[in-house]
């Protein structure tokens, strides 16, 4: 009967306080945040003695945020693109190759997602001080590619294997050379595979803080490297009206993934 | 499916072809980067084991160690005892009560982890909203020291690590026939008894699967560590990452490197083996 | 009937406006066999986990020895049931599966053994007490289960669907241990099939429900004798049905007329019908033959098919209306080896047909 929901009486009651007690939990930060963007206290009292846009104003008018932001969507963006591509091939390696050691290749591609990022971090710095790389947007890419292809092999992989390779040949048969059936038939089925890859392989770079702090130079710095800076400044809340900022594209991501997921899956 | 054999150029195995890519890139940039780093822990600055001799000679980074691992199991075991109940209910919830709070979850989950983190310095700091709540409640009088120590990593990293736990345990307990429940409830068992001899010893391969990951991925966390912890409990990652940027001691870091590697591989192996398939969990 | 053990009263169960269960009412004497038989969402199980606990009826009242179940909740009922699926404790050996019951009600060790003992016993799994369920067969796993509900020697066996998981011929095997451990503890046994072989197998009794509803309750050979219903006469045994008109009833022997214009006269009439009422008219296959008896009437058909099946023939039969009229003789030498030799034609006895209202 524990697992009965209708019939838990008391224990129910009980259990969903908790549970909502942590969705607060979950919630209230993200919450904060955005209301104190809009505070008008410089030492983030809350709740705030008036409401501003003056930390929105002043985070657009430095042009070192904004060239932060850039920095980061283009270095996302070509990591996710050659995360996908290289993640897609892999995958159909994996799921329909016949060769031995084909499980250990799937451990050694997503151990990036496992090692320690830090220790991923030193190494990859000091390779990239050797050949030249380092603090390079080649140099970035590279190494975000990597931390991101396990988050795009993962979906891709699992659309793949709940794909019925017998389509595939039955459009064989009919004449579609192999090239043609994957690209007509296969792709299309496990778009919405390719699509999530997609998203997290992008999340995986733009979220990236400890590779980015060592790759960083001077005048190449993601704004997660920019918001790691004024964090070990001071609690300017600049950065809350930043972050409020990446909340709402977490937001939006989250609603175009769901609206996406709707269409494709129907 | 022989009718249509795939061609395999080079010599390849079949199939195995469009792994070529990753492979090239994993190897040159992954596997190579990391080799090189292990080997410089035992050349730089001269060949020998000097490295890993003043790693657990000292007893600073033994402390470090220590404060790692304790901060690690804290945090494991508190997002275990939060993580069950949530995990429980969503389970059984009714879906369309039970998608708010997943919705709740993922947004958590996908937000900025730099915001998350840094939500919770505003929160926890000195004048901080906990604290000014607590005081205007009356519950404390003095502001409780909630940040740059044990109590700040401990919120911060729960925080974080919560739907890590939350959302395979929901597979889990879902994965209980809840007839298996209620067979318990006619054998006589109360509510207590059928949690403990019933529904927690089948949810317990969930719960260590969760919570050695939770474990592994706390061991080796960098930011949330470096931005609620304080100094005097500083983790493995903050202390490498401090050795080699600010110290530039890279025999050193690439040691201490190499002992957080080799725990953490060891640890992620008995993960993949108690979770059965050959596959880590998360993704989506 | 002795004074009732087990009393559902007037038990109703709605889910919104679809009502499940209307106001079922049964008495259950101590030690009886009985069987809720029924098609799938006819409410038999409904009423079962109202008993068990695991609905609250929306009305109606359960009294075991005239005391309610109901506040009652679910583990102190000191009920046992055997599930339609496997619910044995994965991760408990069978022995402490079988123990679980009395742990949980903290009997002495000595006694925990000793019964678990005696229950490996009765349902013949003595040497499988270390073996965990997931290396047992389905049949072992009911076995261990119905050890499990008995352990604590409950009142009451509630048994939902317990074989429709396990094929025909293990399921033949667990009836025949059901019937012995039912006569060897004596204990009262509530037990839900769809399966109405298995029914009339095991039951003192059968409730036989359609939607929602008991149809008939009676003994076996009651509702395959003297059906109330053409639902009943269709779904316990074979049945053929013609469709007929009602002349008139004297002395509650009724005369109708049958599609091809023949009078049949001698039938019994469960109710009182109109003159001219649609009737359907029910005989059973075996009451048919090929070869007229002392007071049989003859009908006039086409033998379309003929099999034999050593103790039976099956014949197929079809009546100038178009109905198809099943028909199985005994195979014994009255009857003849080549159908067509009756002249086409059946002969059934009219006092072992019915007639229903149309």
């Not at chain 2, 691992?69 to 494991?76: D, G, H, Q, R, Y």
């Not at chain 2, 725990?263 to 969990?281: D, F, N, W």
């Not at chain 3, 298995?198 to 009676?218: M, P, V, W």
């Not at chain 3, 014949?315 to 009857?335: C, Q, W």
Request: aromatic share 8%; glycine share 8%.
């Amino acid at each position: 009967m524990l697992l009965d929901y209708e019939r838990l009486g008391w224990l129910r009651v009980a259990l969903v306080g908790f549970t909502a007690a942590v969705a607060a939990f979950l919630l209230l930060p993200v919450v904060f945040i955005v209301l104190l963007s809009f505070g008008s206290s410089r030492w983030l009292a809350f709740p705030p003695p008036g409401w501003t846009l003056k930390w929105y104003e002043q985070l657009f008018a430095d042009p070192t945020w904004i060239d932060a932001a850039l920095t980061s969507a283009r270095i996302a963006a070509m990591a996710a693109i050659l995360a996908v591509v290289i993640g897609l091939f892999a995958s159909f390696a994996l799921v329909r190759g016949e060769f031995r050691g084909r499980q250990l290749l799937r451990g050694l591609l997503l151990t990036p997602m496992v090692l320690p990022v830090v220790v991923f971090a030193i190494a990859i710095y000091a390779f990239f001080l050797r050949i030249g790389l380092a603090g390079t947007t080649i140099g970035f890419v590279i190494a975000h590619t990597i931390l991101a292809l396990p988050f795009a092999i993962i979906p891709i992989t699992a659309a793949l294997e709940g794909f019925d390779k017998s389509i595939e040949d039955a459009a064989i048969v009919c004449g579609a050379s192999p090239l043609q059936a994957r690209l007509k038939i296969t792709l299309p089925s496990i778009r919405i595979g390719i699509f999530s890859a997609a998203i997290f392989a992008f999340l995986a770079s733009w979220d990236e803080v400890v590779v980015a702090i060592f790759m960083a130079s001077p005048t190449l710095q993601t704004l997660p490297v920019k918001i790691w800076g004024s964090l070990r400044a001071d609690l300017s809340p600049v950065v809350a009206a930043a972050s409020s900022l990446l909340v709402g594209l977490t937001l939006c991501l989250m609603i175009v993934t769901a609206l996406l997921r709707r269409k494709l899956s129907r | 499916m022989t009718a249509f054999k795939r061609q395999s150029f080079a010599g390849l195995p079949a199939g195995s072809g469009g792994a070529v890519p990753a492979l090239l890139l994993v190897g040159l940039f992954f596997i190579v980067p990391v080799v090189a780093l292990l080997l410089r822990s035992v050349t730089d600055p001269e060949p020998g084991l000097q490295n890993y001799a003043a790693l657990f000679g000292s007893g600073t980074y033994v402390r470090v160690f220590l404060n790692t691992f304790l901060v690690a199991a804290v945090v494991t075991a508190v997002t275990i005892l939060v993580a069950f109940p949530v995990a429980w209910m969503l389970a059984i919830m009714p879906p369309a009560i039970g998608s708010i709070v997943f919705g709740i979850i993922i947004l958590s989950m996908w937000t900025n982890l730099l915001t998350r983190t840094y939500a919770w310095m505003v929160l926890l700091q000195r004048t901080g909203v906990i604290n000014r709540a607590l005081m205007g409640l009356g519950i404390i009088h003095e502001p409780l020291p909630l940040i740059n120590n044990l109590a700040g990593v401990t919120i911060g990293m729960v925080y974080i690590m919560l739907p890590f736990m939350i959302l395979p345990l929901v597979g889990t307990l879902r994965a209980i026939d809840p007839m298996t429940l209620r067979a318990a409830a006619l054998c006589g068992a109360g509510p207590f008894q059928a949690f403990r001899r019933i529904l927690l010893p089948l949810s317990l391969p969930g719960i260590a699967a969760g919570g050695l990951m939770v474990f592994v991925m706390s061991l080796g966390y960098f930011v949330t560590p470096a931005l609620l912890g304080g100094t005097s409990n500083m983790m493995l990652a903050e202390m490498i990452a401090q050795t080699v940027q600010s110290l530039l001691n890279w025999g050193l870091g690439s040691a201490a490197a190499f002992v957080l590697l080799v725990v953490t591989m060891a640890l992620y192996a008995i993960q993949l083996r108690l979770v059965g398939a050959g596959r880590p969990g998360g993704g989506l | 009937m002795t004074q009732p053990f087990l009393s559902i009263r007037a038990v109703r169960k709605t889910f919104g406006a679809f009502v499940a269960v209307h106001d079922v009412t049964i008495d259950v004497p101590k030690g009886e066999f009985l069987t809720f038989l029924g098609p799938s969402g006819s409410g038999k199980s409904t009423t079962l986990y109202a008993i068990a606990g695991f609905q609250d009826p929306s009305s109606g009242d359960v009294l075991l020895e005239e005391k309610s179940l109901l506040s009652v909740p679910s583990h102190k009922r000191n009920i046992g049931m055997v599930f339609q699926r496997y619910t044995l404790f994965p991760h408990l050996s069978v022995a402490e599966n079988v123990a679980f019951p009395l742990r949980v009600r903290r009997r002495p060790d000595a006694e925990v053994k000793r019964k678990v003992a005696d229950m490996l016993a009765l349902v013949r799994l003595e040497n499988f007490a270390d073996r965990y369920p997931g290396a047992l067969s389905g049949g072992q796993q009911q076995r261990v289960a119905l050890a499990r509900a008995l352990a604590y020697d409950p009142p009451i066996l509630l048994m939902d669907e317990p074989l429709s998981a396990l094929d025909k011929k293990l399921r033949q095997e667990i009836q025949a241990e059901i019937r012995r451990i039912h006569r060897e503890t004596g204990v009262t046994i509530l037990y839900v099939t769809h399966d109405q072989e298995e029914a009339l197998h095991l039951s003192d009794r059968i409730a036989l429900f359609k939607e929602g509803r008991i149809e008939q309750i009676g003994t076996g050979e009651d509702l395959y004798l003297r059906p109330a219903s053409e639902f009943v006469a269709g779904f316990i045994g074979n049945s053929n049905f013609l469709p007929a008109e009602h002349l008139e009833t004297a002395a509650s022997a009724a005369t109708v007329r049958l599609a091809d214009g023949s009078i049949l006269t001698g039938l019994k009439a469960t109710r009182p019908f109109d003159k001219g009422q649609k009737v359907r008219l029910m005989v059973r296959p075996e009451a048919l033959s090929l070869t007229p008896g002392p007071a049989s009437v003859a009908l006039a058909v086409d033998i379309v098919d003929t099999a034999f099946f050593g103790d039976r023939r099956r014949v197929v039969a079809r009546t100038a209306g178009g109905d198809e009229i099943d028909v199985r003789p005994t195979s014994d030498a009255a009857e003849p080896a080549d159908p067509s030799a009756s002249g086409q034609r059946i002969f059934f006895d009219p006092a072992s047909a019915f007639l229903f209202p149309a």
